[in-house]
């Protein structure tokens, strides 16, 4: 009788640990009835439930999306006088580059390379007479964005190489906006290509001044 009461114990001890329900559970499901119930709009509270993950699944999105446009706006789109990407490695520049880069460099291929546009022709003839001109750096070249400003640079007597013809260069880029990158990308590539068949460049913006030749300090350095 022992073993017996025992052994119903046992089942009826193991029954109801089996069936027993989730009282946590229960009093959140009832808890979200009597929030539900007592709120003039059920849906709204429904809305405000999912409304974490919802809204940071959005902004997951847009932050994705702003990402790939940034990126996208980086890339080089202009079309190139000649054939090529953005790329480090193998490059071709074209022999009318090549040819003016031997031509305007010291005999040991050192270089002062400047980007103008027609927006900045103006500045590139400064620059030349109150840095390049006084300190006798004779060892530059302009590189242009663009057939016109080459133009304006000719007429005053110095050296200019069209490099691409860009949409934009009758405009002053704002900062940081995809026409000043697409055109710092252009200023990147003109370097690449120099350094790509052994000249040693000193590129500069517009908007300095050169208070001696650096040149001879480079050619220590090195």
Not at 85 to 109: A, K
Not at 201 to 214: E, K, S, W
């Amino acid at each position: 009788m022992k073993r017996e009461s025992s052994s119903v114990g046992s089942r009826r001890g193991y029954i109801p640990r089996r069936k027993r329900p989730n009282l946590h559970v229960c009093r959140q499901w009832h808890q979200y009835e009597t929030l539900a119930s007592s709120s003039p709009s059920s849906s709204s509270w429904t809305w405000s439930l999912a409304g974490p993950l919802s809204m940071t699944r959005k902004f997951a999105l847009v932050l994705f999306v702003l990402c790939v446009y940034v990126v996208y706006q980086m890339l080089p789109t202009e079309p190139r006088s000649r054939a090529g990407e953005l790329t480090i490695g193998r490059r071709c520049p074209s022999n009318e580059f090549v040819e003016m880069l031997t031509h305007h460099s010291t005999p040991d291929n050192f270089i002062v390379l400047a980007l103008v546009d027609t927006a900045f022709a103006d500045m590139a003839i400064n620059l030349y007479e109150s840095s390049l001109r006084p300190n006798d750096i004779d060892n530059f070249l302009f590189v242009g964005a663009g057939h016109r400003a080459c133009e304006i640079l000719r007429n005053a007597s110095l050296p200019c190489h069209r490099y691409t013809e860009d949409r934009a260069t009758d405009v002053a880029s704002t900062y940081q906006s995809p026409d000043f990158i697409r055109k710092m990308n252009i200023r990147t590539e003109m370097i690449l290509d120099a350094l790509s068949v052994g000249f040693t460049v000193l590129h500069t913006d517009l908007d300095v001044v050169f208070i001696r030749n650096p040149i001879p300090d480079l050619k220590v350095l090195s």
